[in-house]
């Protein structure tokens, strides 16, 4: 009785065992283990049409070397279009060899031109169109990361870089120079904002700034993404979102800004004369939006105007 006791026990632990064991396969099965092995550097790479094929761009990630290292990234790419939602068929875009020494952060960097994107990726059967002319506004390519490790393991890693068509001033910006105030009383600074904001296209002229209004993250009544215009180098603020019906809101209210009522209230502290626009840095990429804009809150502890000015720099 005591053998079969220990057969059992012997047998139930290498059951346990077994079940505890992860299998790892090709990643775009879905059977590879998710994870946050690497530290993806860039979200958001604006593709800016017109740039043509053979224009570099660069994307990059951070891995740590632990007990278990990391050999290779390898990076997979597909394309969605925006027209339809449509999306293509997801190959290997690159390859990337880490050092992989116990204890290092590794700081990697890639490059990868229109032509990289679109080799091998079809909708329908139908490949990608040969010139960047002939894109959309909102298409976008997205990059998976999967680390290879020193145990023959494949692990798709959490984060993923937006490759986003969209026009010059798309991209991730930091603030130089944020206020907010709610009436005449500052609530918040520069200080305050966040590390980066993310900027996208719409159209020609039309942009979204993605979950953040000013200083306020995504909250519990709205998502906080919101719509702004720029012609030439002027920013205005559409009463709606592009669908032509959705009220434009931050915080969950109606956009407004300079000259738009309720005038005797709204921005008192600001200067509307020297904002609202955009400073182009073509030697250094260092692209500026000024902008002044906030909603006016009728109910709440403390009604009236909630105001806002940043001064967003394109990294």
């Known amino acids: 009785m005591k053998k079969y006791n220990f057969l ?11 079940c505890q064991k992860e299998e790892f396969t090709d990643p775009l099965t879905g059977e590879a283990k998710t994870g946050g092995l690497a530290t993806i550097n860039n979200a958001l790479v604006p593709y800016v049409v017109g740039n043509g094929n053979t224009f570099a761009y660069k994307a990059g990630f951070a891995v740590y070397q632990a007990k278990v290292q990391t050999t290779s990234m390898e990076i997979y790419k597909s394309f969605t279009r925006s027209s339809d939602g449509k999306t293509s068929n997801e190959i290997l875009l690159k390859s990337i060899p880490l050092a992989a020494v116990p204890g290092s952060n590794e700081v990697k960097s890639f490059n990868f031109t229109y032509d990289e994107l679109i080799a091998g990726l079809k909708i329908n059967g139908v490949n990608l169109p040969t010139v960047d002319t002939n894109l959309n506004i909102g298409d976008y390519w997205t990059l998976k990361y999967v680390a ?5 393991n494949l692990h798709l890693n959490v984060g993923t870089t937006k490759v986003a068509v969209g026009t010059r001033l798309a991209g991730t910006y930091k603030c130089i120079e944020g206020l907010y105030m709610r009436n005449s009383v500052q609530l918040a600074a520069t200080a305050n904002w966040p590390a980066e904001t993310v900027i996208e296209s719409v159209n020609t002229t039309t942009y979204r700034i993605v979950k953040r209004f000013g200083y306020f993250p995504a909250g519990a009544t709205d998502d906080n993404t919101w719509y702004f215009n720029v012609v030439g180098t002027t920013i205005s603020y559409p009463a709606t979102e592009p669908d032509g019906s959705t009220a434009n809101t931050g915080n969950d209210l ?16 600001f200067n509307c004369g020297d904002t609202n626009k955009v400073i182009l840095d073509n030697v250094n990429g260092k692209d500026r939006l000024i902008m002044t804009f906030g909603y006016y809150n009728p109910g709440g502890s403390v009604p009236g105007t909630r105001q806002f000015y940043q001064v967003l720099e394109k990294i």
């Not at 059992?8 to 077994?18: E, I, K, Q, T």
């Not at 109606?254 to 502290?269: H, N, R």
């Open 148 to 152: 290879k490790t020193s145990e023959g």
């Open 8 to 18: 059992l026990l012997l047998s139930a632990f290498f059951f346990l065992f077994s």
């Open 254 to 269: 109606p956009v407004i800004t300079c000259g738009v009522a309720p005038p005797a209230s709204f921005l008192p502290q």
